[in-house]
Nanobody
Framework: QVQLVESGGGLVQAGGSLRLSCAAS????????MGWFRQAPGKEREFVAA????????YYTDSVKGRFTISRDNAKNTVYLQMNSLKPEDTAVYYC?????????????????????WGQGTQVTVSS
């Protein structure tokens, strides 16, 4: 089992940047596909970005393409979400998630229901 802890959220002005971190304990993240999701007040949780277990494949929701970057450092057992050119509509609680990979293949996963483990979330607030 793996435990995930997000950090790096905060209050930033529109156009600014933040880097979210998702630190794992319990097991190495190299066996997991990873994802970032977010949930704004009154809205459902939505997909933001995903990375395959190898790190070779990534995918982003259209609204963050070109602004956000997902990355991982297996040596630090940490996944990151670099967020640039932030907009007020990016305001949400951001969650990282891990999906156990049992067999070969290098898929990415876009559906929250496909993930096995979740962090507690970190608040990102972008002021206009």
């Amino acid at each position: 089992q793996v435990q995930l802890v997000e950090s790096g959220g905060g209050l930033v002005q529109a156009g600014g940047s933040l880097r979210l971190s998702c630190a794992a304990s319990g097991r190495t993240l190299s066996s997991y596909a990873m994802g970032w999701f977010r949930q704004a007040p009154g809205k459902e949780r939505e997909f933001v970005a995903a990375m395959s277990w190898s790190g070779s494949r990534t995918y982003y929701t259209d609204s963050v393409k070109g602004r956000f970057t997902i990355s991982r450092d297996n040596a630090k057992n940490t996944v990151y979400l670099q967020m640039n050119s932030l907009k007020p509509e990016d305001t949400a609680v951001y969650y990282c998630a891990a999906k156990t990979i049992y067999y070969g293949g290098d898929s990415i996963y876009l559906n929250a229901n496909e993930y096995d483990y979740w962090g507690q979330g970190t608040q990102v607030t972008v002021s206009s």
